[in-house]
């Protein structure tokens, strides 16, 4: 529960927003004279003002102005109906967390008042970077302060006691593989092995050789790229288990599996419907007690004409689909990221905690991450080492990093037109430009789940 200060000389705007924020269970003060909110911003602590900016005689900014000077801790949201680039900037310039237009949509206007009391207090220009709180031990290693991954974490909880396939989407860097390892710990089979095959890497004979073992010809065999009808028995090397008998009792994890060749997708339907595939060469069916999962970094799509058996092939595939939302998506969770890797790497012997400026940390939370959570720690690791004074500030961030959010900027603000803002919050309406955006420069980052 956070203590507001909501002012707006329309009264039925301020009963209704009233009404909005108490179902939060917030203690609001609801003001319609912005001299009275004066007297209220000099005097009694908040934990957010919430102002129209068009009122008489004391309009929103010049509250703006006051809320900086007497508590410059304390987020300010302006609100008006009024939406102009030059308002919105305005705005922002002079210090508010956000700016929204009216109308708007309540669900969207909570979002915004979530992020602002969720916004780290700057103290001194700076946050300290306590170590967060953990999440509860079975979602470990997650950070789950945002709605976004506390519903990713219901989801698993539902899909723990089943034995279904599962498919985990995700983009690049967004932790798909430790998803899949949270759901294997959840399950009946979390004292058995996990065991993951990467499906982008090598040949046919190679991915063979990984899942089923044994009487599967491997890289260095003669007939090792020759289909898997065309190997005859004897040139089936007997070496070693497969993914699917070294995991026995437990979860096989199929990676990259939009990668797979295509000729063996017909053997992983098969494995996935029935539990049971036979090798190259052999006749004899092998029935496994393995859990299946897959990760994807997207969805795959039926086409209109596609094959039949690649029909079957995405049908199976897909029927239960776990999506692992992209950092860009879960903002909340960004500080306790930042947190968490910075603390883990401090250097035990100095005590103090380290600080992020503002300013670099705006440009963290103004990021779109195409890496995600990969491409986050990498950065901080290259912060953390031109530091030397335990204090991260934007000139230790990637130059690509800065100036990437720089563009990015530059263009939402040539294309802002006032009925895109409509609605909006001015923040929303930046990362509603990131969706499409990716920075123009900057270092290749390696492919990871």
């Known amino acids: ?231 005859p028995a004897a040139d089936l090397p007997m070496e070693k288990a497969g993914a699917l008998e070294a995991a026995k009792g437990g979860t096989v994890v199929l990676e990259y599996i939009e990668e797979l060749p295509a000729a063996l997708q017909p053997s992983i339907i098969g494995l996935i419907k029935m539990r049971a595939f036979m090798r190259p060469g052999d006749t004899q069916v092998h029935q496994v007690d393995v859990r299946i999962m897959a990760t994807s970094r997207a969805l795959p799509v039926i086409q209109p004409g596609d094959d039949p058996q690649h029909v079957e092939w995405i049908q199976t595939l897909s029927a239960i689909s776990l999506p692992v939302p992209p950092l860009r998506e879960r903002r909340a969770d960004l500080l306790p990221l930042i947190s968490r890797w910075v603390y883990q790497r401090a250097t035990p012997a100095k005590s103090d905690p380290w600080k992020m400026t503002a300013q670099a940390f705006d440009v963290l939370d103004q990021y779109p991450w195409p890496g995600n959570v990969e491409e986050l720690e990498r950065t901080l690791s290259q912060a953390m080492t031109k530091s030397r004074e335990q204090r991260i500030d934007i000139s230790e961030l990637p130059s690509s990093l800065v100036e990437a959010v720089k563009q990015m900027k530059s263009l939402s603000q040539q294309h802002l037109q006032r009925n895109e803002l409509r609605g909006k919050s001015f923040r929303d309406y930046i990362r509603l430009k990131q969706d499409n955006y990716r920075p123009l420069s900057g270092p290749k980052a390696e492919r990871t789940s």
Not at 111 to 135: K, M, N, S, W
Request: hydrophobic letters at 45%.
């Open 1 to 231: 529960m956070a203590k507001i200060l909501l002012v707006d000389d329309e009264v039925h705007l301020l009963k209704a927003m009233d009404m909005f924020l108490r179902s939060r269970k917030h203690d609001v003060m609801p003001v319609s004279d912005g001299r009275a909110a004066e007297h209220l911003i000099r005097s009694t602590p908040y934990d957010l003002i919430i102002s129209d900016i068009r009122m008489m005689p004391v309009d929103g900014l010049h509250l703006l102005r006051i809320a900086r000077e007497s508590c410059p801790e304390t987020p300010v949201i302006l609100v008006t109906a009024y939406a102009t680039l030059d308002v919105a900037l305005d705005a922002i310039k002079a210090g508010a967390f956000d700016f929204v237009t009216k109308p708007f949509k309540t669900d969207n206007f909570m979002a915004t008042v979530r992020r602002a009391l969720d916004y780290p207090r700057i103290v001194d220009g700076a946050i300290q970077l306590d170590p967060p709180e953990p999440a509860p031990q079975r979602f470990n290693p997650l950070i789950i302060k945002s709605a976004e991954m506390q519903a990713l974490c219901q989801h698993l909880e539902q899909l723990a006691p089943t034995d279904e396939a599962v498919l985990i989407l995700g983009e690049r860097g967004a932790g798909k593989r430790q998803v899949a390892q949270i759901l294997h710990g959840l399950s009946q089979r979390k004292d058995r092995p996990f065991v993951s095959v990467d499906c982008s890497a090598g040949t046919v004979a190679n991915l063979n050789a990984q899942l089923w073992g044994a009487d599967s010809p491997t890289a260095d065999s003669p007939t090792a790229d020759l289909p898997m009808a065309d190997l």
